[in-house]
Nanobody, 120 residues
Framework: QVQLVESGGGLVQTGGSLRLSCTAS????????MAWFRQAPGKEREFVAV????????NYADSVKGRFTMSRDNHKNTVYLQMNSLKPEDTAVYYC?????????????WGQGTQVTVSS
């Protein structure tokens, strides 16, 4: 069983930056790909970014490409999402996700989410 805890959310102005963290416990996740998803009010949860188990490969949703950067530190069992040039449409609850298999809708384990609010 894996527990995921996100942190780093908050309120920021348009154009600002935030760095989200997600720390796993229960077992190492150094052999799992990990992902970030987000859910805005009244919308479905959507994919944001994914990183391979080694950290060598990343992929991003078109809406965040060039602005967000995902990274990981396997020694700390932690992944990060650096978010720059934030826009009001980035406002959402951001969820960390992982599992033995990651599909488009995510894997087995989810964090509780952290709120990101971007004011215009």
């Amino acid at each position: 069983q894996v527990q995921l805890v996100e942190s780093g959310g908050g309120l920021v102005q348009t154009g600002g930056s935030l760095r989200l963290s997600c720390t796993a416990s229960g077992r190492t996740v150094s052999d799992y790909a990990m992902a970030w998803f987000r859910q805005a009010p009244g919308k479905e949860r959507e994919f944001v970014a994914v990183i391979s188990w080694s950290g060598d490969s990343t992929n991003y949703a078109d809406s965040v490409k060039g602005r967000f950067t995902m990274s990981r530190d396997n020694h700390k069992n932690t992944v990060y999402l650096q978010m720059n040039s934030l826009k009001p449409e980035d406002t959402a609850v951001y969820y960390c996700n992982t599992g033995p298999v990651l599909r488009g809708t995510g894997g087995r384990y989810w964090g509780q989410g952290t709120q990101v609010t971007v004011s215009s």
